[in-house]
């Protein structure tokens, strides 16, 4: 092979080459004077934008971005710029706030605070239908939001341009909004993705938020705007200021008024946003290992996609899954989503592992998966060696239906996490999780590292802010800001492909477990099969685990048999205030013991999965199970229900 050889002017064009996507973005910025301060122009995805300079800027960039008529009522901005802020504006007009425009507005702001190091945190200011996208964004993003200055804002796009209460609305640009959004008269009345919903998130971060109105406004009523989004955002226990403009001239039937010292204003956003503080980065969390590639080229060459989401009960729950979900809606709007909601309470790796072919597979082979356990994995005390032949086994079921699936690994905070952190060691489930995923090239978020840094930092408390494993509105966000960095991340295409499965870290990993119906069990003894079981007292239960075919014995004794083959096998029971105690053998050997009742038993008929075997020779075995005389004291009786087999082949 020759050698190439780079002389000095070749080397000075590699150089400019280097550059070039850095000197193009730059060649067509227009330089002038914007009330004597510097105003840059350019092009930013194909629409206009810009921001203004000030002679002297206040330390950390703190800036102000406008929504839409950015011309309109400017004495705020030359205010500010005079005091060292910058002004921007990026140009959506006519989307009202359609996620088109968010897309557009998220982009723009990487670019300000990652190219030009704006403030991480804006103060955001929106006239009129500007209301929509400022909120529009505010609530997808209320990490980066200061405080909110919004004046006579549209809060509900069925006032105006709808007109379909007291406002005299516009029916051209009522029409454009229902082609744009795909709407009809009647599916809009249920349209939810306005300002006036979905405000807890923005609450929980208390952005405060300040109004001003003309109180006799005939297109922009505030009684169907400002008045409802105000007092459901205080109901949130959001910051919320109302400042009527009732002194100069009313024009445009009340909604063009004069503003009323402007100064006082723009001491609201100067306060909120001065001194500058910079959160720790979402960066050092994620892990991209072989990222998203392949999922994103398959969202859009086929213009279809199934996405799975394996957890417990924070991702049963309402919060990151949704707007997960949400996200990749609007980043991908050409394609037609399935979207498998698989988290159950209380269950971690192992049960996820031999319900994944059940509740993920059976209903779609998903291109992306999000999978957490670390959470149940500590509460439920799985050990180090249970947990890798769970989480491996999930991720080698995957790759085996899907061999070009992208998967994403997360480990949620919990306060024992926390504790391990301050006491200098990082917790088993973590590095287990980051373990798997850096073997099997899946994308990892540490978010139980994250918001511990983030509370030692000062960002947030757990007490009054994160409160709960299960994690309030703010807690939600905070998880899915870090997930959606990793979403916003262009994946490489050098990963995209078939991924070739190393061999397993464990040879017996649970890469081809299942659940087997109860109505296998044989010589019955003191068992039955309830067909529909239903708790007889007044214990809550978990779906999916009630009104559902049951093996049931409640009494000493009873027995009953199971053949399998395979190299694990173990059962799915119900653990409620009279589980008892079972003796088990398999293919004859000395028996085991293992009590059933645990110390959420006398709350719940609790899902508990237990292992009874799992590094056994492949082949054909026999399971025999008694009841054992003796019970846990704090149980009231000795019963057995046996929901599913669990077998891994």
Known sequence: MKQIKYFPCTFFILILLSFSSTLLAQADEQISVWKGFEKIEFSFQNTKAWYVKPKQALPGNPWVWR???????????????TRGFHIAYVNT??????????????????????????????????V????????GWAKRNPDKVSCIYAEAPVCDPKSWPGGK????????????????????EETAKSFDDIPLNDLAGLASFKVPILHVIGLNDKIVPPSENSDILIANYIKLGGLATVIPMTRGEQALEGHHFTIEHPEMLANFIYDNS????????????????????????????????????????????????NKTAKYLQEHFPETEFTFIAAGIPSLGSTPHAFRFQRDVLAKGIPDLLFLEAAVNDRGNGFSEKAQVKALEGIIRQMYAKNPKAN?????????????????????????????????????????????????????????????????SPYGQEV???????????????????????????DKFSYEKASYHPVAEAKKLNGFKVDPDWK???????????????????????????????????????????????????????????????????????????????????????????????????????????????????
Not at 67 to 81: G, K, N, Y
Not at 101 to 121: C, G, I, R, S, T
Not at 479 to 505: C, S
């Open 67 to 81: 929504a839409h008529f950015p011309t309109w009522h400017t004495d705020m901005d030359s205010v500010l710029l």
């Open 93 to 126: 007009n006519d989307l009202f706030a359609h996620p088109k425009a968010m897309q557009v507005w998220d982009a723009f702001y990487d670019y300000l605070v990652k190219e030009k190091q704006f403030a991480p945190k804006v103060a955001l200011e929106g």
């Open 274 to 321: 001065v001194p500058v503080l910079k959160p720790l980065s979402h960066a050092p969390y994620i892990e991209v290992n072989r990222g998203l590639a392949n999922a994103y080229e398959k969202f859009r060459t086929t213009k279809k996609g199934i996405v799975a989401f394996l957890g417990g009960s924070i991702t049963h729950n309402p919060g990151w899954r």
């Open 165 to 184: 209460g007291k406002g005299q609305g516009s029916p051209k640009d009522w029409a454009s909004w229902l082609e744009l959004n795909k709407q009809t």
């Open 535 to 649: 708790a007889a007292d007044k214990v809550s239960t978990r779906p999916g685990f009630v009104d559902v075919p049951m093996l049931v014995g409640e009494s000493a004794n009873a027995s009953f048999e199971f053949d399998f083959k395979g190299r694990a096998v173990g059962i799915a029971i119900i653990s409620g205030p009279d589980a008892g105690k079972i003796s088990y053998s398999i293919d004859g050997k000395k028996a085991q013991t293992m009590d059933l009742f645990t110390q959420w038993s006398t709350q719940l008929h609790l899902p508990w999965y237990l292992m009874l075997a799992d590094e056994l020779s492949s082949g054909k075995h026999t399971l025999k199970l008694d009841i054992a005389q003796d019970k846990n004291e704090k149980s009231i009786g000795n019963a057995c229900r046996v929901v599913y087999f669990l077998v891994n082949e």
């Open 407 to 471: 998967v994403v690994i997360m480990a949620f905070a919990e306060p024992a996490k926390n504790a391990d952190y301050d006491a200098g060691k990082e917790p088993l489930e973590v590095s287990v999780h980051q373990r798997i995923a850096k073997y099997y090239g899946a994308a990892y978020i540490n978010l139980a590292q994250e918001v511990y840094d983030r509370i030692k930092a000062g960002e947030f408390s757990w007490k009054y802010d994160f409160k709960d494993l299960h994690p």
């Open 128 to 135: 009129s239908r500007g209301g929509l996208y400022v909120y």
């Open 479 to 505: 998880y899915f800001q870090t997930i959606k960095e990793l979403l916003k991340l262009n994946p490489d295409i050098t990963t995209t492909g078939i991924l070739k499965l190393p061999n397993a870290i």
